[in-house]
């Protein structure tokens, strides 16, 4: 599969450039591109492995860091991270990234701040100029459930984003819940409004009840997006 084999790419290229001998606590991210960089990890050998720690980013996250046998930590323990690895809805030709398609992006934005080096994998569908090209649901936005419908109507009114809906379950009766107890909810922008995606996220942000905001702004150190022609592109 194209799409697999070029999130592997990406994953194992970022592994193989970021993550070094020295490094012992490492950030996992959520999604499904992250395991490629663990299955990489894990290729670096039970010594290399030995006395690190990693720290998840969610439920998803922590089983597949015990499950694949490696070091498990937390953040509070360790508040500095050497490198966090994390993939992406959308990255824009700034490194700007739109993330929590996986509703996973409070505990990822804490772990991408942590990081002293912050890297995205990717496969080619996130390569875009501008967010809002490919991926279509919105800005994920994690709110207090009690906040939702006020926050919805500002978003509606206020931010102009008429079409912002609260992220419903598939298989569960009711609104996805995050690994905080939180609900999501996803706010198209105008594609002009993407062009400056920090405005839009302080904007959003600032609505009482907004815990956090799926725009990670300037806070890559670099991206790794596999192609379709089994070549890597990298962005810094
Ligand atoms: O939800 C998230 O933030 C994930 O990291 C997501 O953005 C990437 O998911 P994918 O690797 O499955 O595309």
């Known amino acids: 599969d194209i799409i697999e084999s070029s999130k592997r790419l990406a994953a194992y290229t970022a592994v193989d450039n970021h993550v070094k001998p020295e490094h012992k606590v ?12 663990v299955e990489r990890i894990v290729q670096q050998g039970a010594e290399a492995n030995k006395g690190r720690v ?3 980013t969610g439920f998803q996250s922590k089983e597949l860091i015990v499950s694949s046998g490696l070091g498990l930590g937390d953040v509070d323990q ?3 991270i050497d490198v966090t690895l994390d993939g992406a809805d959308e990255v824009d030709s700034q490194l700007n990234c739109v993330k929590g398609g996986g509703a996973c992006h409070l505990r990822e934005k804490v772990l991408a701040e942590a990081a002293r080096t912050f890297i995205l994998v990717a496969d080619y569908r996130k390569n875009v100029q501008y967010l ?3 991926f279509l649901q919105g800005v994920p936005i994690e ?16 931010l ?3 079409k912002a809906t609260l992220r419903m379950a598939v298989k569960k ?3 996805v819940v995050s690994d905080n107890g939180n609900f999501i909810i996803d706010a198209p922008f105008d594609r002009e409004k993407m062009i400056d995606p920090f405005t839009i996220m302080a904007q959003i942000k600032m609505l009482t009840g907004v815990v956090e905001v799926g725009l990670f702004c300037r806070m890559a150190k670099a991206a790794y997006f596999g192609n379709e022609d089994g070549t890597v592109t990298v962005r810094w």
């Open 54 to 56: 990693f720290i998840p």
């Open 173 to 175: 009766a009711g609104p």
């Open 160 to 162: 102009g984003s008429p």
């Open 78 to 80: 360790y508040p500095t």
């Open 132 to 134: 809002g090209t490919n």
């Open 26 to 37: 490492i950030g996992i991210g959520s999604g499904s591109t992250v395991p490629y960089v």
């Open 143 to 158: 709110v207090v459930p009690f906040a939702y419908a006020k926050v919805l109507q500002n978003l509606h009114h206020v």
